[in-house]
């Protein structure tokens, strides 16, 4: 590529297949998460670390009116998980925030915490149909991203997991789909 004078016309095609071949790994390496099938390299998380180290990179890209608001958990456990994985999903749920307020001024709100989780409140939130593993009793890590934006009304709601489920004119459907694929590779849900 360097080679190439930028007055080349061949420049311009080959950045765009470089662009087309990013595209493509990104949308294969989301159809991977949520699958679950992914590639897993597992770490000790530091959920605080990945969203304040997430939100500086995103942030630079979302608008300035949008006021960025921290609510860490102090003293939040680690938990073993695979750090890609799960720097994308913070990515995917502030993108879809920002996208929500569009260029409005407004506020994203990133929360942590842990929730000690007992037999009866898994029954009620898990659909053993689907997983067929009921989750473990214990204690989980949460990760909540609150937005003044658009919000969603009832028939959206019901429908964001499903893969390829987009209102937005460039949007693929494939973020919430990813990060649920995400969470359910960690043994959450
Ligand atoms: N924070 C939010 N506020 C309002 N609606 C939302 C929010 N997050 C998701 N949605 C709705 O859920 C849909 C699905 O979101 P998802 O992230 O899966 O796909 P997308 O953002 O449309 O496209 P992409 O694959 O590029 O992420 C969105 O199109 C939008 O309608
Ligand atoms: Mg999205």
């Known amino acids: 590529m360097n080679e190439l004078s930028p007055l080349e016309p061949v420049r311009r095609n080959v950045e765009e297949i470089g ?106 939130i898990s659909n053993t149909s689907d997983s067929g593993n009921p989750l473990n009793v214990g204690t989980y890590i949460y990760f909540e991203v609150t937005d003044s934006g658009s919000g969603m009304d009832a028939a959206t709601l019901d429908r964001i997991f499903d893969p390829f489920f987009t209102t937005k004119d460039n949007g693929r459907g494939l973020g919430i789909s990813a990060v649920l694929g995400i969470v359910r590779g960690h043994q959450g849900q």
């Open 19 to 124: 662009k087309g071949a990013k595209r493509a790994a990104e949308l294969a390496s989301q159809m991977l998460a949520y699958s679950g099938k992914g590639h897993f390299v597992i770490e000790a998380v530091d959920l605080n670390n990945f969203i304040t180290e997430i939100a500086n990179l995103v942030g630079v890209s979302i608008s300035n009116s949008i006021d960025l608001k921290y609510q860490f958990a102090i003293n939040l456990p680690t938990f073993v998980g695979d750090a890609t994985q799960v720097r994308q999903s913070i990515m995917y749920l502030i993108i879809n925030a920002s996208d929500a307020i569009g260029h409005e001024s407004g506020s994203i709100t990133l929360a942590t915490g842990a929730m000690y989780c007992d037999r009866e409140y898994l029954d009620e």
